[in-house]
């Protein structure tokens, strides 16, 4: 996606099937799809889902990047904070861990998002307002409607001023029960790369008439201002870092510059997590947002930032 426009510029959900031949595979889709929900032990293909808009999964650490706002929102002397991670650690009665319980050692906020310690989040996550966090997380459209026309489903952020404790360290890492989709995370970060100012998606540049006269042009809209440049700025330095020294290292040394983050979402106990990577290339003038999810395979340095390198690389025909 541009995320100075808002187009999206493409857009891919696995599997999938053939539009062109809608007609003759039809059936086989349906029963393909009753066969699965019927069967535990059969894949389930849903190729009639759009995941890219549909799909709703836990955002794993790519929620971090919302954690961290509102974290600066809170404390204008963030840039202070420091916490020693064991690896693991327990925050208002709740065991988190790091992943594969690895030791950070002693961390500041920066290092923290770019090493994507857990414990030092859910250490922070104990000192968070949930009212406010509820607030910041409706205006980024948890619990709400997408600024777009087109088929989707929306993302849910549960924590409110009534919420437990307990509830907080999980939904600060991006896992207890917050749902995101793809097409959603795409557009926080597109937010970010825009400066703070988020542009509705849209997927029809123009309609052509049958002799190629364009008769409806679609213009870039703007939907909302949802944080200030400042905030924008600190938050692409936090994901530049992951890129530098963090967890998509495979993504610095090229010809474009990236900032971003990953994640690593835990959604059944002994299944392999679904792998994210959210960020954007180009840093200083920002060319392009990829939001990517690989279900059930691991982790998102492993899975979803070589697919981030894939297509920032034919982007710019590296
Ligand atoms: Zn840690």
């Known amino acids: 996606m541009e ?3 808002g ?4 857009m891919v959900s696995k599997p999938d099937y053939d539009p062109n031949t809608i007609n003759e595979t039809w059936n086989d889709l349906i029963n393909k799809e009753k066969e699965s929900q019927n069967d535990d032990t059969k894949e389930n293909e849903s190729a009639l889902l759009n995941r890219a808009t549909q ?3 836990p955002p794993g650490s790519t929620f971090k990047i919302l954690t961290i706002l509102e974290y600066i929102r809170e404390n204008p002397d963030y840039e202070d904070y420091t916490y020693h991670c064991e690896g693991t650690g327990v925050f208002n009665s709740v065991t988190i861990n790091c992943y594969n319980n690895k030791k950070h050692g002693e961390v500041n906020l920066l290092e923290s998002f770019a090493k994507s310690c857990n414990t ?6 104990t000192s968070l307002s949930a009212e406010s966090f509820r607030k910041l997380c409706d205006t980024f459209l948890f619990n709400n409607p997408l600024p777009t026309d087109f088929v989707y489903n929306r993302s849910s952020f549960v924590i ?3 919420s437990e404790n307990y509830e907080l360290p999980q939904t600060s890492i991006g896992q207890g029960d917050t749902q995101i989709t793809p097409l959603h995370n795409g557009l926080i970060v597109a937010t970010i790369a825009n400066g703070g100012a988020m542009m509705k998606p849209y997927v029809v540049d123009h309609v052509e008439n049958e002799s190629g006269i364009v008769t409806k042009k679609y213009m870039p809209e703007i939907f909302d201002t949802l944080m200030t ?4 700025d600190i938050l692409t330095s936090y994901m530049a870092e992951v890129v530098n020294s963090g967890t998509a290292t495979a993504l610095s040394g090229k010809e474009y510059s990236v900032a971003g983050k990953t994640g690593s979402a835990e959604y059944q106990e002994n299944m392999p997590a679904h792998a994210w990577f959210v960020g954007f290339s180009n840093i200083e003038k920002p060319d392009i947002v990829v939001s990517i999810i690989v279900e059930s ?3 998102g340095s492993d899975y979803a930032v070589p697919i981030a390198a894939k297509i920032f690389d034919a982007y710019y025909d590296e």
């Open 160 to 162: 409110d001023k009534k």
């Open 229 to 232: 440049p400042e905030e924008a």
């Open 3 to 5: 995320p100075s426009s």
């Open 7 to 10: 187009k999206i510029l493409a």
């Open 297 to 299: 395979v691991g982790t």
């Open 120 to 125: 030092s989040f859910a250490n922070i996550s």
């Open 55 to 57: 799909g709703l999964y």
